[in-house]
């Protein structure tokens, strides 16, 4: 017994009639009529009886159709409510973001979005650190990582986005110390932890002007950063994103341009729904430095 003979009976018991069935199902009557005898066949029992042309339930097939009826109806139901949550799923891209990129990148990236055929509700955005976000992305709950680059096979990178160092700079220090731009390293330094991939990218610039920085604390992101810089008489060496601007403190650009940390699209390479991909591809592509 399948589910289609059950849908074939129940469309059979409501017209009483094989040719009427039959059009409603798009199916030869000899179709119809086999998937019935295979179902009487199944169950042992008699569904129908001959009156004239038509057919009458029997006993049997009236109280298969009282339960029919009402599971057919939830089975329709879930079949039509999974495929419209398949859709959505679907339509949805899932994006993995850095904190650094949150506040101005992708915002404006989703302001435009329409114009290139998509729309707010089609992207959810999610914001971690590159390991968490490089992890969900092999896992398949994110199809899109905005975020650092580390060696995963599996994942294809695409460099997108320049971020650039700067001096951010306690107010009483730099009022002490007008000239700190001639000897910024041999000051207390707030960085990233180094284990991070912007950290890296940070304590690599530093070595560039002192073998032996004077780093006093390490933090994950610029707001902590510029917490601690506000209150603490120090320099930090950080990225120049957006999140900076919420501290009111003095920033000093470096002029060494061949360090800066790079931002990376990533997804998983073998991704079945490559075509979204490469659409949002396209929709961040104008707005990346490379």
């Known amino acids: 017994m399948n589910l289609n003979h059950l849908f074939y009976f129940s469309v059979l018991a409501e017209t009483e009639n094989y040719t009427e069935a039959s059009h409603q199902l798009m199916i030869s009557q000899p179709s119809l009529s086999y998937a019935i005898k295979?179902?009487?066949?199944?169950l042992e029992v008699p569904l129908f009886e001959k009156k004239g042309r038509n057919v009458l339930l029997t006993a049997y097939g009236k109280e298969l159709h009282q339960t029919t009826e009402l599971s057919l109806?939830?089975?329709t139901q879930t079949i039509d409510r999974i495929r419209k949550q398949y859709k959505n799923e679907s339509d949805t891209i899932a994006v993995g973001i850095i904190p650094t990129l949150?506040?101005?990148f992708l915002p404006e990236i989703i302001h435009n979005s329409e114009k290139n055929g998509f729309?707010?509700?089609n992207i959810q955005i999610f914001h971690g650190h590159t390991s968490d976000i490089l992890k969900k992305l092999k896992q398949g709950?994110?199809?899109?990582?905005?975020c650092a680059r580390?060696?995963?096979p599996s994942l294809t990178f695409i460099p997108i986005k320049k971020q650039s160092f700067v001096l951010f700079i306690n107010k009483t220090l730099y009022e002490k110390h007008p000239d700190i731009q001639e000897n910024w390293y041999e000051m207390p330094l707030v960085t990233y932890r180094k284990n991070l991939p912007v950290g890296k990218s940070a304590h690599k610039l530093i070595e560039v002007y002192t073998e032996q920085p004077n780093i006093i604390e390490e933090f994950d992101d610029e707001t902590t950063i510029g917490g601690y810089v506000s209150v603490n008489p120090s320099i930090a060496v950080v990225a120049k994103t957006s999140l900076l601007k919420q501290f009111?403190?003095?920033?000093?650009p470096l002029d060494e341009e061949r360090i800066f940390h790079t931002v990376y699209l990533a997804y998983l390479t073998k991704n079945k729904d490559f075509k979204r991909i490469k659409t949002f591809c396209k929709l961040v592509k104008p707005y990346g430095d490379f």
Request: net charge negative.
């Open 38 to 42: 295979k179902l009487e066949a199944d």
């Open 73 to 75: 109806g939830s089975i």
């Open 102 to 104: 949150a506040s101005n």
């Open 119 to 121: 729309v707010l509700e």
């Open 141 to 146: 709950v994110y199809d899109i990582g905005l």
């Open 150 to 152: 580390q060696e995963e």
């Open 248 to 252: 009111d403190l003095p920033s000093i």
